[in-house]
């Protein structure tokens, strides 16, 4: 089966630059969709297919994927971006496939 | 405005049986794939099952196949999720998605419900 493996944690400054992995074989060659799930809520869609952004996600969300790893990106970091973040993937054999997820705080 | 309101959870001894409902609004259910995600306490993300359009083809994750059932009625925009046999390890906030399918390529999960609590304990 497809593993995803995310860092369990990543800490970063308000206004900072956040870079969030997640690691997979070839995964470059599948499309990597990203989540956010702030504490008590539902996930969010933030990033598809790589790099495309929903309708109402800012800018400061990008994603890239090459190789074994994808990596979200959030720019000018919030308090408000304090969250757990997941990378998703397709897979033939598996199916659907998540990444164990990160915990982003915001110091 | 998307809304996607679960129901149906609670409290249910091993072995038992639940059926969740999804009602949809704000988006065309009968042209949507759908699906079941679950969240165990604590716990990252698990797919459970798949639906397509007209509720031909389902897929499920290996740990609830035979035990689960995920349907649909399109005239109600609602999704269900049978959950018979139910165990221990099968505790987690269960959430209805929109699936984004595009044929042996890639999914994702566009839009989520706020999801339902379902406890199996003695």
């Known amino acids: 089966s497809y593993v995803l493996t995310q860092p369990p944690s990543v800490s970063v400054a308000p206004g900072q630059t956040a870079r969030i992995t997640c690691g997979g074989n070839n995964i470059g060659s599948k499309s990597v969709h990203w989540y956010q799930q702030r504490p008590g809520q539902a996930p969010v869609l933030v990033v598809y297919d790589d790099s495309d952004r929903p309708s109402g996600i800012p800018e400061r969300f990008s994603g890239s994927n090459s190789g074994n790893t994808a990596t979200l990106t959030i720019s000018w970091v919030e308090a408000g971006d304090e969250a757990d973040y997941y990378c998703q993937v397709w897979d033939t054999s598996s199916d659907v496939v998540f990444g164990g997820g990160t915990k982003l705080t915001v110091l | 405005e998307v809304q996607l309101v679960e129901s149906g959870g609670g409290l249910v001894q091993p072995g038992g049986s639940l059926r969740l409902s999804c009602a949809a609004s704000g988006f065309i259910f009968s042209d949507s794939w759908m699906s079941w995600v679950r969240q165990a306490p604590g716990k990252g993300l698990e797919w459970v099952a798949n639906?397509?359009?007209?509720?031909?083809?389902?897929f499920y994750v290996d740990s609830v196949k035979g035990r689960f059932t995920i349907s649909r009625d399109n005239a109600k925009k609602s999704l269900y999720l049978q959950m018979n046999s139910l165990r221990a390890e099968d505790t987690a906030v269960y959430y209805c998605a929109r699936l984004v399918n595009v044929p042996a390529v890639t999914e994702y999960f566009q839009y989520w419900g706020q999801g339902t609590l379902v406890t199996v304990s003695s």
């Open positions: 639906i397509n359009q007209d509720g031909s083809w389902n």
